[in-house]
């Protein structure tokens, strides 16, 4: 039969309950309809059909042979639509129990866990089971291809510049500090590196698409200073400190990396003339909403919320979901 000549599942439902309730009336009451609109109901569906599928008498109504058939047809077909609803519902219950996340380096090490920690807190005070976060971390240029992909839900990035193409908020004003060993050349000088020397040495830096190597490049090149080629690149925050702190030369990390070793003494903060290193964390998140869905809408909630160090967004005014 062309699906054309399908009955809607609502009418194929009527149809089944009266078979077997063995009159319209009784199919009516089953679906809660009057006897009025099952009637012309039925009478579409045997127009559709193009056979009589009723036998009706004042003893109530009986399936042709062609109703008998239809109505076995019509069991199975609503019993596999029900088995697809329950999938759907399974699916939005899934969707809803977690929220895939890619996160830059830095703001996965310092301070995903303590919004994770937040967000679970929040469910267990609202009386609901926490989502489940599948996070992943990489370099801000893999996790805005993995946001514009449709591979996470949220993502959190370090730069100068909104995403273009996607949905951003600022959820925190983070700042690079210049670092070095305290046995260094740098850790004795009295006055800020300028930032044509900073710009002439071989740092240890991160690797290409990070957003820390980003912000330092386009910081330099804004001061009129072209950056020479790294001396080593790692791809983690922790390994350019380690990196550091054994002697291997001077970076521009995140002060979130850097704050215990600058205060125990391990490394020694540089002052760098003529340069803004601060930058901005952003949420990101894909599609035309001016808020991401579920539990990715909350997890930006905590984020904005519990900013490093308790400094506030650059444009706190700025409602959630802005292009930032």
Same mark, same amino acid.
Request: with cysteine.
């Given at each position: 039969?062309?699906?054309?000549?399908?009955?809607?599942?609502?009418?194929?439902?009527?149809?089944?309950?009266? !078979?077997?309730?063995?009159?319209?009336?009784?199919?009516?009451?089953?679906?809660?309809? %009057?006897?009025?609109? &099952?009637?012309?109901?039925?009478? &579409?569906?045997?127009?559709?059909?193009?056979? =009589?599928?009723?036998? $009706? @008498?004042?003893? *109530?109504?009986?399936?042709?042979?062609?109703?008998?058939?239809?109505?076995?047809? &019509?069991?199975?077909?609503?019993?596999?639509?029900?088995?697809?609803?329950?999938?759907?519902?399974?699916?939005?219950?899934?969707?809803?129990?977690?929220?895939?996340?890619?996160?830059?380096?830095?703001?996965?090490?310092?301070?995903?866990?303590?919004?994770?920690?937040?967000? $679970?807190?929040?469910?267990? $005070?609202?009386?609901?089971?926490?989502?489940?976060?599948?996070?992943?971390?990489?370099?801000?240029?893999?996790?805005?291809?993995?946001?514009?992909?449709?591979?996470?839900?949220?993502?959190?990035?370090? #730069?100068?510049?909104?995403?273009? #193409?996607?949905?951003?908020?600022?959820?925190?004003?983070?700042?690079?500090?210049?670092?070095?060993?305290?046995?260094?050349?740098? +850790?004795? /000088?009295?006055?800020?590196?300028?930032?044509?020397?900073?710009?002439?040495?071989?740092?240890?830096? /991160?690797?290409?698409?990070?957003?820390?190597?980003?912000?330092?490049?386009?910081?330099?090149?804004?001061?009129?200073?072209?950056?020479?080629?790294?001396?080593?690149?790692?791809?983690?925050? %922790? @390994? !350019?400190?380690? +990196?550091?702190?054994?002697?291997?030369? !001077?970076?521009?990390? @995140?002060?979130?990396?850097?704050?215990?070793?600058?205060?125990?003494?391990?490394?020694?903060?540089?002052?760098?003339?003529?340069?803004?290193?601060?930058?901005?964390? /952003?949420?990101?998140?894909? #599609?035309?909403?001016?808020?991401?869905?579920?539990?990715?809408?909350?997890?930006?909630?905590?984020?904005?919320?519990?900013?490093?160090?308790?400094?506030? =967004?650059?444009?706190?005014?700025?409602?959630? *979901?802005?292009?930032?």
């Amino acid at each position: 039969m062309p699906l054309d000549r399908v009955p809607d599942l609502l009418s194929l439902r009527l149809f089944v309950a009266v !078979v077997e309730g063995g009159s319209i009336g009784a199919g009516a009451r089953a679906l809660g309809v %009057t006897q009025q609109a &099952a009637s012309e109901r039925l009478r &579409a569906v045997e127009s559709l059909v193009g056979v =009589a599928l009723l036998h $009706r @008498s004042r003893r *109530g109504s009986q399936p042709t042979e062609a109703g008998t058939l239809l109505a076995g047809w &019509a069991a199975r077909l609503l019993e596999a639509a029900a088995e697809v609803g329950e999938g759907i519902a399974t699916l939005r219950a899934d969707s809803a129990a977690r929220v895939r996340v890619a996160s830059s380096m830095t703001i996965a090490e310092h301070l995903v866990p303590r919004w994770l920690l937040e967000l $679970r807190r929040r469910s267990t $005070r609202a009386g609901r089971t926490p989502p489940a976060v599948e996070l992943t971390a990489t370099n801000s240029v893999r996790v805005l291809a993995a946001v514009s992909g449709g591979q996470v839900d949220l993502g959190f990035v370090e #730069g100068t510049e909104a995403p273009r #193409g996607l949905r951003s908020r600022v959820v925190a004003v983070d700042e690079l500090v210049v670092v070095a060993a305290p046995g260094h050349p740098w +850790a004795r /000088r009295r006055r800020p590196v300028p930032a044509a020397e900073l710009a002439a040495t071989p740092l240890v830096a /991160r690797e290409p698409g990070s957003g820390t190597r980003q912000v330092l490049e386009r910081a330099l090149l804004g001061a009129g200073c072209a950056p020479v080629a790294p001396a080593v690149e790692l791809t983690t925050a %922790t @390994s !350019v400190r380690e +990196a550091v702190r054994a002697g291997a030369g !001077v970076a521009a990390l @995140s002060r979130l990396a850097v704050a215990d070793d600058v205060e125990s003494g391990r490394l020694v903060r540089i002052a760098v003339d003529g340069l803004d290193l601060t930058r901005r964390l /952003r949420a990101t998140w894909a #599609g035309p909403a001016r808020l991401p869905p579920g539990p990715a809408r909350e997890l930006l909630e905590v984020a904005v919320l519990s900013p490093p160090g308790g400094r506030t =967004a650059a444009r706190p005014a700025a409602p959630p *979901g802005s292009p930032a």
